[in-house]
């Protein structure tokens, strides 16, 4: 796994870091290297440990075990105002009494910055965030969305080494939620800054980091780009928290090439993959990868018959529970205006997926 790299990469460095509450292991002996310039996602439900590695990475909570660097220099011991680390959190924590300018110059006061250094910076940093116009408001006369970009504005005003964002876009709805997403993930690629973000939101994950790294139980199980995590996951876990899957075990009757042949159910299987005949294996299937049809297809590696149990319709999409006789309920997710199956349930209908569209899985 890429959390092993080697330590001399400029960036930040967690070196089998633990953080221990009594017996509660929130942190258990993670290694993480974050390349200078990276916006790296900590993903994972609550309770995983995700929260506890920022707060550490921030100096707000000590490591049990184990040493963080910065550009290889130890700053385990380091408090949080001698590590130069930004901090947006989803509270946002601004100053109701003070102006939108005031709020931003807040970190260069602070630290002593004389007047005629600060007000350029501050200027400039309300125009990378599009809040120039709004610098003499006060917070209760903004919006949501304004607001978390005085957040941001604050945290990056003093040219942080990092950024740590803890869920910053959790009070927002889900319109303005994707439009600041769109807008933070422009602002990292002109500062070229380190973003570590935290969240559980697995869209927010996908459509934001060059990286992400999945935690359970204190542990960091799957670390890789999101378009890797999404099409390879490597366990039953990391396949069904980030995004929808249908899950199935197989017995694997023969092995040909790279190609599996498996029997589930009593129906014959055809699938991409490596595993000893005999053995038993767990496949994953995103619900978008699987066809629809009304009458039985032709010449498509995969078909199994079943009956509609149960539909949505989301604009785009139909999605479709099928029931089948060998493989249990089946979800797909057919483009709507590409269908070619009306939803009604009971209906008589054939689901099919090609021998690449699954993925073998370890079952944890």
Same mark, same amino acid.
């Given at each position: ?59 707000? =909570?000590?490591?049990?075990?184990? !040493? #963080? @660097? /910065? ?6 011991? +380091?408090?949080?105002?001698? &590590? ?70 604050? =945290?990056?005003?003093?040219?942080? !080494? #990092? @950024? /740590? ?6 009070? +927002?709805?889900?319109?303005? &939620? ?187």
């Amino acid at each position: 796994m890429d959390s092993k790299q080697d330590a001399g990469v400029q960036g930040l460095t967690l070196r089998s870091v633990s953080k221990h509450y009594g017996n509660v292991r929130a942190v258990d002996d993670v290694d993480l290297v974050v390349p200078k310039g990276e916006f790296l996602t900590l993903l994972g439900p609550s309770g995983s440990g995700k929260t506890t590695m920022l707060m550490m990475i921030a100096g707000f =909570a000590i490591p049990t075990s184990g !040493d #963080i @660097l /910065l550009d290889q220099r130890v700053i385990t011991g +380091l408090p949080p105002e001698k &590590r130069n680390f930004g901090m947006v959190f989803q509270g946002y924590a601004l100053f109701p009494h003070m102006t939108v300018a005031q709020n931003v110059g807040f970190p260069l006061k602070v630290r002593r910055m004389a007047r005629e250094t600060a007000q350029p910076l501050i200027e400039k940093t309300l125009d990378l965030v599009q809040l120039g116009h709004l610098r003499d408001r006060l917070p209760r006369q903004l919006s949501g969305g304004q607001q978390q970009r005085v957040a941001l504005a604050r =945290a990056l005003v003093f040219a942080p !080494d #990092i @950024l /740590l964002l803890d869920e910053p876009l959790g009070a +927002l709805d889900k319109k303005l &939620r994707s439009e600041v997403q769109i807008e933070l993930k422009q602002l990292h690629k002109r500062l070229g800054t380190t973003f570590i973000y935290v969240t559980h939101d697995q869209e927010e994950a996908l459509s934001m980091s060059d990286r992400i790294a999945i935690v359970r139980d204190g542990k960091f199980v799957q670390i890789g780009g999101p378009g890797d995590l999404y099409e390879r996951p490597d366990s039953r876990f990391v396949a069904d928290f980030l995004g929808d899957s249908n899950f199935m075990t197989g017995k694997v009757i023969g092995q040909v090439g790279d190609e599996l042949a498996l029997e589930a159910g009593g129906q014959n299987l055809r699938q991409i993959g490596h595993a000893p005949v005999g053995s038993e294996v767990l496949i994953a299937l995103r619900p978008e990868k699987v066809s629809v049809h009304a009458n039985q297809p032709a010449g498509v590696d995969n078909v199994v018959p079943g009956v509609v149990e149960a539909f949505s319709y989301f604009g785009s999409t139909n999605h479709f529970i099928v029931r089948t006789k060998a493989l249990g309920s089946i979800r797909a997710a057919v483009r709507a205006w590409q269908s070619e199956v009306v939803p009604r349930e009971g209906l008589d209908v054939f689901v099919s997926w090609t021998r690449d569209a699954s993925v073998v899985v370890r079952d944890d």
